[in-house]
Nanobody, 126 residues
Framework: QVRLVESGGGLVQPGGSLRLSCAAS????????IGWFRQVPGKEREGVAS????????YYADSVKGRFTISRDNANNTVYLQMNSLKPEDTADYYC???????????????????WGQGTQVTVSS
């Protein structure tokens, strides 16, 4: 059974850091690109970052460039999202998702992703 489980969310002060993890089971992570998305109530889910399966190319939303870093550890079937210099506007539920092929033009498009986790909540507040 294919499963993605996010962890690492929580409450952090502005300027702080968190590292989210996306643990995969039931499939070999090596063959999949992984994306991180976030969603706040009343808004559409938006792409935050994505990493390809082949050459580990990475893509980021403009709002997080220079602050967030996506990486993968295929040996442990896990993808990470390191979030630094967090801002209140980063507050959201964060989800990871998997797809077989990643293209630059469609990396943030949710319906191209086949598998989704249940999400982890991130709150940035003083």
């Amino acid at each position: 059974q294919v499963r993605l489980v996010e962890s690492g969310g929580g409450l952090v002060q502005p300027g702080g850091s968190l590292r989210l993890s996306c643990a995969a089971s039931g499939f070999q992570l090596d063959y999949y690109a992984i994306g991180w998305f976030r969603q706040v109530p009343g808004k559409e889910r938006e792409g935050v970052a994505s990493i390809s399966s082949s050459d580990s190319s990475t893509y980021y939303a403009d709002s997080v460039k220079g602050r967030f870093t996506i990486s993968r550890d295929n040996a442990n079937n896990t993808v990470y999202l390191q979030m630094n210099s967090l801002k209140p506007e980063d507050t959201a539920d964060y989800y990871c998702a998997a797809r077989r092929r990643l293209y630059a033009a469609t990396w943030p498009v949710t319906h191209f992703y086949d598998y989704w986790g249940q999400g982890t909540q991130v709150t940035v507040s003083s």
